[in-house]
């Protein structure tokens, strides 16, 4: 059973940086992607960020180019968001998201081609 934990969401003022984490378990990690989600209340589910864990190709959304970075511990199974330059419009939930990558034909920010999924942490940022 594949299990993500997210951890280090919270509030910070705009211009302020935080990093989120996902620690994943059950998982053949280096067959995997893992993406980043947010959804904003009345929102849609949006794709923030993807990494192919064995390649290391990494994917953004256009609103967060330059600006977050996806990254991996690789021997800790965790990936990582690190945000920086935060906007009061990055406010929202955040989920952790992966899938094995055989059988991964869509889009790394269609959330409805991942099949495991995080319970989320809160990023609030203030203006």
């Known amino acids: 059973q594949v299990q993500l934990v997210e951890s280090g969401g919270g509030s910070v003022q705009a211009g302020g940086s935080l990093r989120l984490s996902c620690a994943a378990s059950?998982?053949?990690?280096?067959?995997?992607?893992m993406g980043w989600f947010r959804q904003a209340p009345g929102k849609e589910r949006e794709g923030v960020a993807a990494?192919?864990?064995?390649?290391?190709?990494?994917y953004y959304a256009d609103s967060v180019k330059g600006r977050f970075t996806i990254s991996q511990d690789v021997a800790k199974k965790t990936v990582y968001l690190h945000m920086n330059s935060l906007k009061p419009e990055d406010t929202a939930m955040y989920y952790c998201?992966?899938?094995?990558?055989?059988?991964?034909?869509?889009?790394?920010?269609?959330?409805?081609?991942?099949?495991?999924w995080g319970q989320g942490t809160q990023v609030t940022v203030s203006s």
């Open positions: 998201a992966a899938d094995r990558i055989v059988g991964f034909g869509g889009s790394w920010s269609d959330p409805g081609e991942y099949n495991y």
């Open positions: 990494i192919y864990t064995g390649s290391g190709n990494t």
């Open positions: 059950g998982t053949r990690y280096s067959s995997t992607i």
